[in-house]
Structure formats: structure tokens, C-alpha cells
């Protein structure tokens, strides 16, 4: 009777270190504002001040990641609003989208990507339109990126590492992207 105490008590240790192990690597999210956008996403502890700078075609960039137990959170956002974008069809943003995936590829020296993955849409925003795709470069670091595009705002967010969070981590860092209300 003792000894089936005994490891009824090291089982009871043992779930639950293994659930503080398991909480320890899932962060904690919060909306936060992107720059001075108007644009928010839940992003994960709090990401230092997003760095600012203009595209080749003069439109504001804002770009900042946060890295936590050996994962970086990634947010890109081009500010689409100050640009003439107001009148594009869905395809041509959707295109410009896909299109700055390829280039992201490029600059990220990406070896393997498993193909886009189209039709995402977020409840927030109707007029959105989303893409994911998964990645691998050189150093076999892994990839999860998302991009989100309306008249207003091209955004990709990615989460990266040796090895991936689990996919709920990924799905609510991925889908947590909110446009600026108009």
C-alpha cells in the first residue's frame, strides 16, 4: 500500500512539472498597438519599439520581433493607407501580397516552403484576405508565416525556430493581426 502511494505521489510530481514545462513555453499575448499605425495584434510579452522605416515606394514600414524560449515572433506591416491602394481589386492585393511572400523568401534566404496556402479571412475585418505558408532555411530553422492584406495595411507575421510552439501558440500569434478601424 505504501509504495503504490509512493508512486501515485511521483506521478501526481511528474504531471505536474510536466504541465509547468509546457506552460513555461506558451507566452503570454496581449493587443498592442503596431507603431503608429492604427493597426494591433496580440503579440506575445511586450515587443520593443517597432522599428520605422519608408519602403522603396515611400510608404511606412514598421517591423519588430520579441523572442522568447529560443522562438522569435516576427511583425511586418506596411502602412497600404498612405499609398494609392483604395481603388486595387482583391486579386491585385492579394498579388501584392504573395508577391512580398516571394521577396520575404528571397531576403530570408528560405531552402523550402510547402506552397501558399489562400482563402484565410479573419471575422475582424471582411475585407481582409490571408495567406499562410511554412518554411525552412539553410540552418533547418523552421518558419510559420501569415499575411494579412486590405486597401489599408500589408502585414506578415512568422514565428520561427528550431522548432516550432505548439500549433495553438501559432494560431493565435498567426490569426491575432487586426487591421485599423476606420
Given amino acids: 500500500m505504501a509504495s503504490m502511494k509512493h ?4 506521478i501526481t510530481i511528474l504531471v505536474l ?6 506552460e513555461a513555453q506558451v507566452p503570454r499575448f496581449s493587443k498592442q498597438p503596431i507603431g503608429e499605425s492604427g493597426c494591433k495584434a496580440y503579440l506575445p510579452g511586450t515587443f520593443s519599439d517597432f522599428e520605422v522605416s519608408k519602403t522603396e515606394d515611400g510608404l511606412p514600414m ?18 497600404l493607407s498612405k499609398g494609392e491602394f483604395a481603388e486595387e481589386s482583391k486579386e491585385d492585393l492579394l498579388t501584392l501580397l504573395t508577391s512580398y511572400l516571394d521577396y520575404l523568401q ?8 510547402a506552397g501558399y496556402g489562400l482563402g484565410h479571412t479573419l471575422d475582424s475585418n471582411p475585407n481582409a484576405q490571408g495567406v499562410i505558408d511554412y518554411w525552412e532555411d539553410g540552418d ?3 518558419y510559420a508565416v501569415k499575411g494579412w492584406v486590405d486597401h489599408n495595411a500589408l502585414a506578415v507575421l512568422f514565428v520561427s525556430g528550431k ?10 500569434f498567426l490569426n491575432g493581426f487586426r487591421f485599423k478601424e476606420n
Fill in 7 to 10: 508512486t501515485l505521489i511521483l
Fill in 17 to 22: 512539472a510536466a504541465s509547468l514545462r509546457v
Fill in 106 to 113: 528571397s531576403a530570408f534566404e528560405i531552402t523550402g516552403a
Fill in 140 to 142: 533547418l530553422l523552421q
Fill in 163 to 172: 522548432e516550432l510552439p505548439v500549433y495553438n501558440v501559432q494560431e493565435m
Fill in 62 to 79: 514598421y517591423m519588430g520581433e520579441y523572442v522568447e524560449n529560443e522562438i522569435t515572433y516576427g511583425v511586418i506591416l506596411v502602412d
